[in-house]
């Protein structure tokens, strides 16, 4: 199965700032790669698919980008709603799986 | 509006099994596929399996195959996850999730609430 990992797990981000928030995959993946939030106690949200498609009614400051292994999620402006866990996903091969997530907190 | 709304918390023994469900509403229940996906404490999300709500074909995940079973009602618009032979290591919230848009089997746009299963002595 196709392990992936990201980095960092855990970014310390100031409000206003950017973050990016980086996942690789250990093979290739082509774009077939989505992201999720998850915030404690709720279920993961779509953010991006395809690697750069934002889901229906995700804000513009969030961004995909990458190709094969390699993806980064941006988000600019960063907005106190924003802090939580983001995952990567790689929907090319079965099983699906997903990245062990990266927790942005507020510096 | 979409929604799937999964039964409660289970506390079961080790050897038991569990047996979940996940009711949809606001579309068509047999055009789409819907998953289970599982999140131990602490841990990355894991893929279960899928069923397409309309043939009731599954696919599951080999780490799960032979203890997963997924089954779908179609009069009641709802899909059931069992999970037999319960480790201690099953212990995690449990989704349900459907995808993007019919046909799609790969992209988890809409989730149910999650169902905590703990399995304990």
């Known amino acids: 199965e196709i392990v992936m990992t990201q980095s960092p797990a855990t970014l310390s981000v100031s409000p206003g700032e950017r973050a990016t928030l980086s996942c690789r995959a250990s093979?290739?993946?082509?774009?077939?790669l989505a992201w999720f939030q998850q915030k404690p106690g709720q279920a993961p949200r779509l953010l991006i698919y395809?690697?750069?498609t934002r889901a229906t009614g995700i804000p513009a400051r969030f961004s995909g980008s990458g190709s094969g292994t390699e993806f980064t999620l941006t988000i600019s402006s960063l907005q106190s709603d924003d802090f939580a866990f983001y995952y990567c996903?790689?929907?090319?091969?079965?099983?699906?799986?997903f990245g062990p997530g990266t927790k942005l907190e507020i510096k | 509006q979409v929604q799937l709304v999964q039964s409660g918390a289970e506390v079961k023994k080790p050897g038991a099994s569990v047996k979940l469900s996940c009711k949809a509403s606001?579309?068509?229940?047999?055009?789409?596929?819907v998953h289970w996906v599982r999140q131990a404490p602490g841990q990355r999300l894991e893929w279960m399996g899928w069923?397409?709500?309309?043939?009731?074909?599954?696919k599951y995940s080999q780490n799960l195959q032979g203890r997963l079973t997924i089954a779908r009602d179609i009069s009641a618009n709802t899909v059931y996850m069992e999970l037999s032979s319960l480790k201690s290591e099953d212990t995690a919230v449990y989704y349900c999730?459907?995808?993007?848009?019919?046909?799609?089997?790969?992209?988890?746009?809409?989730w149910g609430q999650g169902a905590l299963v703990t399995v304990s002595s």
């Open positions: 069923i397409n709500a309309d043939t009731g074909i599954t």
């Open positions: 395809v690697a750069s």
């Open positions: 999730a459907r995808g993007h848009y019919p046909g799609d089997y790969v992209l988890l746009l809409f």
């Open positions: 606001g579309y068509t229940f047999t055009e789409y596929a």
């Open positions: 996903q790689q929907y090319n091969n079965w099983p699906l799986t």
């Open positions: 093979q290739d993946v082509r774009s077939n």
